[in-house]
């Protein structure tokens, strides 16, 4: 944004395709009490890609500038290495110390879980609570496959978490890897498939669904994109701060082959969020470049 001010409904219009629907959503509570929390959201470092240093000197890049940027945390939504690297493990430790923020995260399908446990975090499910949300963070990728996986175990410790963020009057934003929500060309057809697990997520979702406000996922490096089509949560692909890829989503949601919102932006970037009285507002940063596009999602 520059220095003038565009309403809501300009801003759509001008900043994210397909996102104007939301404009219409019923007014619920979700989201209704919130004090203003900022936080940053990275994703798909993928450090040691092509055995090069450059992911590695673009995560140390945007470190510096997150430094500096508001929020009281980052989150970092998986492929901390690529391909499973070992040695680039204790880069990524030694990086983060840079950090002036508390960093949670979550594997992606490039982290095998033991040196994930090892290096990064020992429980990869696990929550925090900032403000008055609970982020339930949970790992949902495999190694050997693109789509997501959530064992029983998994929902039956889920629906603990939400049961306890009621009684507790959090609201819950939860983060995996990989999307729940299904999807098809032009996007990469790769989702949490019903038997895997989006069958028994969603319908503990509908019944938290003026609770949980959103979903945030990394994996399809596409920047910002997602779907509001599940009552009022937002579920989003945050962009990779190494690499995203043009899938032509601008003009496929354009022409109605595709359903959802997308930022049009593709630089690599990491966003920095908001969640405020009735929004939730996601805006592009990409690496070394001045702010961008941007998605909200109302409750208002
Ligand atoms: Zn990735």
């Known amino acids: 944004m520059g220095n003038f001010q565009l309403n809501r409904r300009q801003m759509l219009a001008t900043s994210a395709v397909g996102g104007a629907a939301m404009f219409w959503?019923?007014?619920?509570?979700?989201?209704?009490?919130?004090?203003?929390?900022?936080?940053?959201?990275?994703?798909d470092t993928h450090l040691g890609r092509k055995n090069n240093q450059s992911s590695e000197k673009?995560?140390?890049?945007?470190?510096?500038?997150?430094?500096k940027q508001p929020g009281q945390?980052?989150?970092?939504?998986?492929d901390v290495?690529?391909?499973?690297?070992?040695?680039?493990?204790?880069?990524?430790?030694?990086?983060?110390?840079?950090?002036?923020?508390?960093?949670?995260?979550?594997p992606g399908n490039h982290d095998p879980n033991d040196l994930f446990q090892k290096y990064v975090t020992?429980?990869?499910?696990?929550?925090?609570?900032?403000?008055?949300?609970r982020f339930i963070l949970f790992d949902n990728a495999h190694r050997d496959s693109h789509d997501g996986?959530?064992?029983?175990?998994?929902?039956?410790?889920?629906?603990?978490?939400?049961?306890?963020?009621?009684?507790?009057?959090?609201?819950?934003?939860?983060?995996?890897?990989?999307?729940?929500?299904?999807?098809?060309?032009?996007?990469r057809g790769w989702y949490?498939?019903?038997?895997?697990?989006?069958?028994?997520?969603?319908?503990?979702?509908?019944?938290?669904a003026d609770r949980i406000l959103a979903c945030l996922h990394g994996h399809f490096?596409?920047?910002?994109?997602?779907?509001?089509?599940?009552?009022?949560?937002?579920?989003?692909?945050?962009?990779?701060?190494?690499?995203?890829?043009?899938r032509g989503l601008k003009d496929r949601i354009a022409d109605g082959k595709a359903t959802g919102f997308f930022v049009d932006e593709l630089r690599p970037g990491y966003v920095l969020a908001e969640l405020g009285e009735g929004y939730l507002k996601l805006r592009y940063k990409p690496l070394g470049k001045a702010q961008t596009g941007e998605y909200e999602a109302d409750w208002r």
Not at 58 to 67: G, H, L, T, Y
Not at 122 to 133: A, I, S
């Open 58 to 67: 673009q995560w140390r890049a945007a470190i510096a500038e997150i430094n």
């Open 122 to 133: 020992k429980q990869t499910d696990r929550f925090v609570d900032y403000g008055g949300v």
């Open 149 to 187: 996986f959530i064992t029983s175990e998994q929902i039956d410790w889920l629906k603990t978490q939400c049961a306890d963020a009621t009684l507790k009057k959090l609201k819950i934003v939860m983060c995996c890897h990989v999307p729940i929500h299904s999807n098809k060309n032009p996007d």
């Open 221 to 246: 490096h596409n920047g910002i994109r997602g779907w509001r089509d599940h009552g009022n949560m937002v579920e989003v692909l945050c962009p990779s701060v190494c690499y995203n890829q043009n």
């Open 192 to 208: 949490v498939k019903p038997s895997n697990g989006q069958k028994a997520f969603y319908e503990l979702q509908q019944r938290y």
């Open 73 to 78: 945390f980052v989150l970092h939504l998986g």
């Open 25 to 43: 959503s019923q007014r619920v509570s979700a989201a209704d009490d919130l004090n203003k929390l900022s936080f940053v959201v990275v994703s």
């Open 81 to 106: 290495v690529d391909s499973g690297r070992e040695e680039q493990y204790p880069i990524y430790v030694e990086t983060r110390k840079a950090l002036n923020k508390p960093i949670h995260e979550i």
